[in-house]
T-cell receptor, first 110, second 113 residues
């Protein structure tokens, strides 16, 4: 079973920041938070991951709370191409296993 | 670098028939995964290979599903005989050893009538 809780769906205006929350209250000390997204009719795509520090790459930023029980994925300037299902996954770094939940369906509108 | 390749992209069969899917992972990726994604759900891991050995096949319905990765590169997933509930997208992914950044192929959409 997935160990994360995400809203079923969210909307965001194009050009605005999209903030996608994720709860992972049972996360263990050696578990990372991973984010993937899946655009319609494509396979999932890795976005970012983190342990306890905030992370940023060319796609997004990941903010993890100090107690590590929740996190937020931030797409700073959402575009229509960011419309997708976003999955938040908790996993130990060396287990190579990802357990997907049902994710958050993000709709970016003009 | 080239991505994960899968074929066919679509397949329609009748129940009780057989079907096979093929996957070519990214060059140098030792770990290969097969996932099943039913409409409206997230992908579910069926089997994980490390080179040509099986690491985890606990979710693979072994009475009808089989998979192999004979030379540690390409892999095939077979269903025999297919059931209606096998209708899904079958995704192949690969990663470097010990890395949870998995690269996914486009998937094969299977419809069982």
């Amino acid at each position: 079973d997935a160990k994360t809780t995400q809203p079923t769906s969210m909307d965001c205006a194009e050009g605005r920041a999209a903030n996608l929350p994720c709860n992972h209250s049972t996360i263990s000390g050696n578990e990372y938070v991973y984010w993937y997204r899946q655009i319609h009719s494509q396979g999932p795509q890795y976005i970012i991951h983190g342990l306890k520090n905030n992370e940023t790459n060319e796609m997004a930023s990941l903010i993890i709370t100090e107690d590590r029980k929740s996190s937020t994925l931030i797409l700073p300037h959402a575009t229509l191409r960011d419309t997708a299902v976003y999955y938040c996954i908790v996993s130990s770094y060396n287990t190579d296993k990802l357990i997907f939940g049902t994710g958050t369906r993000l709709q970016v509108f003009p | 670098e080239a991505g994960v390749a899968q074929s066919p992209r679509y397949k329609i069969i009748e129940k009780r028939q057989s079907v096979a899917f093929w996957c070519n992972p990214i060059s140098g990726h030792a770990t290969l995964y097969w996932y099943q994604q039913i409409l409206g759900q997230g992908p579910k891991l069926l089997i994980q290979f490390q080179n040509n050995g099986v690491v985890d096949d606990s979710q693979l319905p072994k009475d009808r599903f089989s998979a192999e990765r004979l030379k540690g590169v390409d892999s095939t997933l077979k269903i025999q005989p297919a059931k209606l509930e096998d209708s899904a997208v079958y995704l192949c992914a690969s990663s470097r050893t010990g890395m949870n950044e998995q690269f996914f192929g486009p998937g094969t959409r299977l419809t069982v009538l």
